[in-house]
């Protein structure tokens, strides 16, 4: 039996193209892995917490040495690794906006990319933690990134693939759904998006 996590950053709800991008591979990871269980996580309706200086404190603090405040500030951080340690396919809903990821996204980031937690250094250099596991980015976008004049501003894949390799999650395939604001693509952006997962 597998365990999928399936991380949601999209404020757009039902009407979210990388909700429903995620949802189709969840589907399919589950109709290829019989039995499998998901977590899901939205980074949205709980309020996933940007940084602010208790939870560094607590990062850089010994865990026998936390406060009691230090332990709560830590939790989130604890919790959402621990998610990430617990799965075997972890898919992530990624919406593009204003050419990169929406913030809570990027607030869960900065909680899971951690020091001597999810990463070090050693004498070869950097060693991601987290490894094994298969990641699927659902990239959506108003218009067409992944080819063509506007493929140089797309900074949500190249980033993604960059900080999550960073913590040793480098096996990591990204499908899209790309044109849903183009007046000749959109009616159609869904249904291919969703005709192109091909899970490896």
Not at 52 to 76: C, G, I, N, Y
Not at 107 to 132: C, M, P, S
């Amino acid at each position: 039996m597998k365990k999928i996590l399936h991380i949601i950053s999209s404020p757009r709800g039902a009407a979210s193209f990388s909700i429903k991008l995620g949802n189709a591979i969840v589907e399919k990871i589950k109709a290829a892995h019989p039995g499998s269980t998901v977590a899901e996580f939205n980074l949205v309706e709980q309020h996933f917490p940007h940084l602010e200086e208790a939870h560094l404190t607590s990062f850089f603090t010994p865990a026998e040495s936390r406060s009691a405040a230090l332990k709560e500030a830590v939790k989130h951080s604890d919790d959402a690794i621990q998610a990430l340690r617990d799965a075997d396919f972890i898919v992530i809903g990624a919406p593009m906006y204003n050419y990169s990821i929406h913030s809570s996204l990027k607030a869960w980031l900065d909680h899971i990319v951690r020091a001597g937690v999810t990463f070090k250094y050693d004498e070869n250099g950097l060693q991601g933690l987290l490894e094994n596991k298969k990641v699927y980015i659902a990239e959506s976008t108003g218009g067409i990134y992944s080819e063509g004049p506007m493929q140089g501003n797309d900074f949500v894949a190249p980033y993604l693939k960059t900080v999550l390799g960073h913590i040793g999650l480098t096996d990591l395939t990204v499908f899209r759904v790309e044109g849903t604001a183009l007046p000749d693509v959109k009616d159609i952006a869904l249904e291919k998006g969703i005709a192109g997962i091909r899970l490896n």
